[in-house]
């Protein structure tokens, strides 16, 4: 290969880095906890955008309990986002593997 072809690969494959970039950050998964009582949405950055509690989730005698709802949801939709994202990002960085020096 050539270094111009190479150069043209590097390109496209910015274009195509940037255009899924974009994508994830419109994206949204949503994580939940406490059967739905708890949602938390996020972008494909993992950027949180929203947080709903069901009045039923907040019990002042438990407050432990919210903040582990809390938790399990904001890592549901984490993981959602991450998976998310490396599905996008994989037929892309799947053919740099064996660029030597790259990964």
């Not at 970039?21 to 996020?42: C, D, F, N, P, R």
């Not at 309990?65 to 399990?72: C, I, K, N, S």
């Not at 549901?76 to 020096?101: F, N």
């Amino acid at each position: 290969m050539n270094p111009r072809q190479l150069q043209q690969m590097a390109q496209q494959m910015q274009r195509q880095m940037q255009q899924i970039q974009e994508e994830l950050a419109v994206a949204e998964v949503e994580g939940s906890a406490g059967g739905g009582a708890i949602t938390v949405k996020m972008n494909g950055h993992r950027e949180l955008k929203a947080i709903s509690i069901s009045p039923d989730a907040i019990d002042p005698d438990d407050v432990e309990l919210l903040q582990d709802m809390l938790m399990a949801a904001f890592n549901d939709a984490s993981k959602k986002a991450q998976e998310m994202a490396e599905k996008r990002l994989g037929p892309l960085t799947g053919g740099m593997k064996g660029i030597p020096g790259l990964f």
